[in-house]
Antibody, heavy 120, light 109 residues
Framework: EVQLVESGGALVQPGRSLRLSCRASGFSFEEYGMSWVRQAPGKGLEWVSLIRGKANGRTTDYAASMRGRFTISRDDSKSIVYLQIIGLKTDDTGVYYC???????????WGQGTLVTVSS | SYVLTQPPSVSVAPGQTARITCGVNNIEGKSVHWYQQKPGQAPVLVVFDDRDRPSGIPERFSGSSSGNTATLTIGRVEAGDEADYYCQLWDNNDDHPDGFGPGTTVTVL
């Protein structure tokens, strides 16, 4: 059974940094791309970033608005994907979901999300 | 960049058919995926590659595409289908997600 469990969400002050983690199980992690999607309170889904699997060079992609402050990475030995966010803004508040992203899409499995609140 | 449009809401009586559209300014070379999100829950994939269903998704959920519009159809609507539905565009040339639509809230009357 595929499982994705996010962690690392917290209440943080503007300008600080945060690293989110997503531990995966139930599939051959290194073969799959992984992605982060966020959702602000009461708003829609917003794609953040994607990291491809080993066979595709573990290359990364970011939504245009996310480039610069967001960094996605993975540790295949631990089956974990990370999302580092620097210079947090109040607009970054929301639930951050980890998803599995097979090559050519779609996001076929989702975690339950981790809540990030940016407030002074 | 691509702009996806969805109606904000669709209302349907139980047993009837709900149709949710996703307009794209240029759908060539793209696939459309659909996700269902119930309140307080993570999204669930219900249709991928325009018209395919993941295992476990009822046949009542179907997808189609014509011109620059993709459509998610929910037949014989049930109360449990009440949710937000999002379309997603995927670039088949670059293996790159092009973003989500703004979402459609389906209300079962």
């Amino acid at each position: 059974e595929v499982q994705l469990v996010e962690s690392g969400g917290a209440l943080v002050q503007p300008g600080r940094s945060l690293r989110l983690s997503c531990r995966a199980s139930g599939f051959s992690f290194e073969e799959y791309g992984m992605s982060w999607v966020r959702q602000a309170p009461g708003k829609g889904l917003e794609w953040v970033s994607l990291i491809r699997g080993k066979a595709n060079g573990r290359t990364t992609d970011y939504a245009a608005s996310m480039r610069g402050r967001f960094t996605i990475s993975r540790d295949d030995s631990k089956s974990i994907v990370y999302l580092q966010i620097i210079g947090l803004k109040t607009d970054d508040t929301g639930v951050y979901y980890c998803t599995r992203a097979p090559i050519w899409g779609p996001f076929d499995y989702w975690g339950q999300g981790t809540l990030v609140t940016v407030s002074s | 960049s691509y702009v996806l449009t969805q109606p904000p809401s669709v209302s349907v009586a139980p047993g009837q058919t709900a149709r949710i559209t996703c307009g794209v300014n240029n759908i060539e070379g793209k696939s459309v995926h659909w996700y269902q999100q119930k309140p307080g829950q993570a999204p669930v994939l219900v249709v991928f590659d325009d018209r395919d269903r993941p295992s476990g998704i009822p046949e009542r959920f179907s997808g189609s595409s014509s011109g620059n519009t993709a459509t998610l159809t929910i037949g014989r609507v049930e109360a449990g289908d009440e949710a937000d539905y999002y379309c997603q565009l995927w670039d088949n040339n670059d293996d790159h997600p092009d973003g989500f639509g703004p979402g459609t809230t389906v209300t079962v009357l």
